[in-house]
């Protein structure tokens, strides 16, 4: 696919991870025309038979994303109306990088606040650079609060106790704490971050799609009640267990070694391998 016509961002895709890096100067603002085309690349993306891991970044070293352009909000409706019975655009656009089937992470050595946070908490992994990455959610003292799937993500995430903190606190989360609470996976030195998440993204692109998919279509199914989540996992099981490259991967694996001490000591060689 050739991810053309972009103005807020550029997409590159190579070796089964595509890379798309955030590029709306001066600071990254979640506006009208940076929605559009996150929603739009989600799309693409998700349909993409080539690709099998998303990262997201920034090509601004201060902000990953400012936050959601609050002239914008402003302009919303002010009338109280009827409950919705469907989640809005915006929770639809973030929630198709948690859905699609390639793994999506995101790489963050700048500042994310509301709408950018919100973009990350649905993204399947983050990773943040210590001394540089920032993450908070400040709609609260705005009078609001965050409306992009925010308080729905983050007591999943780390806790209802800890996102009220982050929620009603309203302060900045450097990437340490943000690492302490699991707003982060891992918080890396700044050097240490693009090398890392590039290894990890080759790593997974490196497996079966259908294995990735199916995996985590059963992670999400832990919201579910145990047993209801026991019997989905089963069902992916059974659907990855009857690909070709099941087959193929772990007669390699029996082939080459696996089940021996020798190999089993050092199983990332092995894997590596495959």
């Given at each position: 696919m050739a991810y053309q016509g972009y103005e807020c961002l550029r997409v590159r895709s190579e070796g089964?991870?595509?890379?798309?890096?955030i590029d709306h100067p001066p600071i990254n603002l979640f506006d009208l025309p940076l929605i559009g085309e996150m929603d739009r690349v989600g799309r693409e993306l998700e349909a993409d038979a080539d690709v099998r891991v998303v990262v997201l970044q920034s090509a601004n070293p201060e902000f990953f994303i400012a936050h959601a352009d609050v002239a914008m909000i402003e302009q919303l409706p002010r009338d109280v109306r009827e409950k919705p019975t469907t989640p809005h655009g915006f929770h639809r656009m973030v929630d198709r990088f948690r859905t699609m089937p390639k793994a999506t992470i995101g790489k963050i050595e700048g500042r994310?606040?509301?709408?950018?946070?919100?973009?990350?908490?649905?993204?399947d992994m983050r990773f943040g650079a210590l001394g540089r990455a920032i993450l908070s959610q400040p709609e609260v003292a705005l009078g609001i609060l965050p409306g992009g799937s925010g308080t729905q993500?983050?007591?999943?995430?780390?806790?209802?106790?800890?996102a009220l903190e982050v929620i009603l606190g309203c302060e900045d989360f450097p990437a340490d704490l943000a690492e302490r609470y699991g707003y982060l996976n891992r918080a890396l030195p700044a050097e240490a971050l693009g090398p890392f998440v590039d290894r990890l993204a080759r790593r997974i692109a490196s497996f079966p799609a259908e294995a990735i998919a199916l995996a985590k279509r059963s992670v999400d199914a832990a919201e579910l009640p145990t047993e209801a989540g026991l019997v989905e996992e089963a069902h992916y099981f059974n659907q990855a267990l009857a690909t070709e490259a099941a087959r193929i991967r772990m007669a390699r694996f029996l082939a080459a070694g696996g089940q021996t001490r020798e190999l089993e000591l050092d199983l990332d060689v092995l894997i590596e391998k495959l």
């Open positions: 089964g991870v595509a890379t798309v890096t994310a606040r509301g709408g950018g946070s919100e973009l990350l908490l649905s993204l993500r983050l007591p999943r995430l780390i806790g209802r106790a800890r």
